[in-house]
């Protein structure tokens, strides 16, 4: 099921590794470091020049959601209910 995700959803949701060292870290002008990663997922939306009302932004995000909820029901970690409701699996 995995692969019938769309590309843009898997690439969000594989961990990201890299050679560089974990402490070492290069300023950005396009990067905000001291985001957190659910920051930095919204921020990454937000244009400058173009504003955003809370609903879009909740549309352009909503993909990646319902990926990572597919995920955790994957491994057993949540449960759908009824009416799209979802739990923690114990």
Known sequence: MWEELPADVRLTLTPETGAESAGAQT??????????????????????????????IIEKLEAEIFAALFELELAGKVKQLPGKNFVKSF
């Open 27 to 56: 300023a950005s002008l396009f990067e905000e470091p001291s985001l957190s990663p659910h920051e930095k997922k919204i921020y990454k939306v937000l244009k400058a020049d173009e504003a955003l009302h809370l609903d879009e």
